[in-house]
């Protein structure tokens, strides 16, 4: 059952919609990507943020059924829903696929997580580009104040707690978790890889390796001082470096 909520934006602007779910407040983000509502909603990038999707019609073919390899998702980017919000222009509410195992707003509404629609994404995406990131909410009942996600540590709350391991390949990476997809995990272990998946804020330099993986991640890099600081020590030695999006 729906109910109409409005989305307000920090600069001024209050557009009403029809939703369901609670309120929530971030930073208003855009995505352009055509399909894959899944693995945008399961990216811990997107963590803390209210996420608009510029393809007009989200939700026809639903949400498939979990599937797992080497303990993770062959589907999603992680292992729930990471972002605040989710404000479409169009939400389908029938939806059709061969593989569906539910629809978008049953799977938003296990979580929790607001879904905004009857929103000219257009318009608001064209505010997001000239002006960058903006801070909003999406109010139901409840009014909830403007929450600025990027001063929280973010990386602290979606890396892992402790070590995990994947892979007996011959070449032995370090992953250091600080929001990575499942993608590049997969990516990794078809390549022959040893993957050694550490939380953020583990000092990798007390192991042994090839190479050493930054992972993508969400907030403010300069959130990441262990990071930062065990990297320093890396960069000393004499072993390759990659660094993603965050990482970099």
């Not at 797992?68 to 992680?78: G, K, M, R």
């Not at 061969?98 to 257009?122: F, H, M, Q």
Request: hydrophobic share 40%.
């Amino acid at each position: 059952m729906t109910q109409t909520v409005k989305l307000i934006v920090k600069d001024g602007i209050s557009i009403s919609g029809e939703s369901f779910g609670a309120s929530a407040a971030g930073e208003v983000v855009f995505s352009t990507a055509m399909t894959g509502y899944p693995e945008d909603l399961t990216d811990p990038s997107f963590a803390g943020q209210i996420l608009v999707l510029t393809t007009p019609m989200v939700g026809n073919y639903g949400m498939r059924g979990e599937a797992l390899y080497e303990s993770i998702s062959t589907i999603f980017e992680s292992d729930k829903i990471h972002i605040t919000g989710l404000i479409v222009n169009y939400y389908s509410e029938e939806h059709s696929h061969w593989n569906a195992a539910k629809s978008l707003g049953d799977w938003l509404k296990e979580y929790n997580i607001p879904g905004i629609c009857g929103v000219d994404t257009r318009m608001l995406t064209k505010k997001l580009r000239e002006k960058g990131a903006m801070l909003g909410k999406i109010v139901a009942e409840d009014d909830v104040p403007f929450h600025d996600p990027n001063l929280d540590n973010l990386v602290a709350q979606v890396s892992p707690a402790g070590i995990r391991h994947y892979g007996s390949g011959q070449h032995k990476i370090v992953l250091v978790d600080c929001g990575t997809k499942t993608n590049i995990i997969r990516c990794f272990l078809e390549r022959d890889v040893e993957l050694i998946r550490v939380p953020w804020d583990y000092d990798f330099t007390t192991l042994a390796y090839d190479g050493l993986f930054l992972s993508n991640g969400p907030g403010d890099p300069k959130m990441c001082e262990a990071t930062i600081r065990h990297l320093q020590k890396a960069l000393a030695q004499d072993k390759p470096i990659f660094g993603i999006c965050l990482g970099s």
